[in-house]
């Protein structure tokens, strides 16, 4: 069973950086996405980044020119370092592991607990 470990929320005030990490247990199959997503009080669920085994990446337009996702495919961790944040980027932020569960078995996706990333001065 495979469990994804966040780290690196907190309260930050506009215009500052935040750095989370997430790092799975067990063993993860090729190919893999990994991604964060966030969700505030009231709202969906919604994508922010995310990064595939083989190096692509996806953005949303609204962090795309201030958030910048990395993986290290040794250790299968990503990071989202955070740059300019706003008070709209407020939330909590779930990574999220897309993967197979045995070699070319069929794909299972896997969530964390979530890590509250709060903007405010």
């Known amino acids: 069973q495979v469990q994804l470990v966040e780290s690196g929320g907190g309260l930050v005030q506009p215009g500052g950086s935040l750095r989370l990490s997430c790092a799975p247990s067990?063993?993860?199959?090729?190919?893999?996405?990994m991604g964060w997503y966030r969700q505030a009080p009231g709202k969906e669920r919604e994508l922010v980044a995310s990064?595939?085994?083989?190096?692509?990446?996806i953005y949303a337009d609204s962090v795309k020119d201030r958030f910048s996702i990395a993986g290290d495919n040794d250790k299968k961790t990503i990071y989202l370092q955070m740059n300019s944040l706003k008070p709209e980027d407020t939330a909590v932020y779930y990574c999220?592991?897309?993967?197979?569960?045995?070699?070319?078995?069929?794909?299972?996706?896997?969530w964390g607990q979530g890590t509250q990333v709060t903007v405010s001065s």
């Open positions: 990064i595939m085994s083989g190096g692509g990446t």
């Open positions: 067990g063993i993860i199959f090729t190919p893999y996405t």
């Open positions: 999220r592991l897309d993967s197979p569960i045995r070699i070319f078995g069929p794909q299972r996706t896997y």
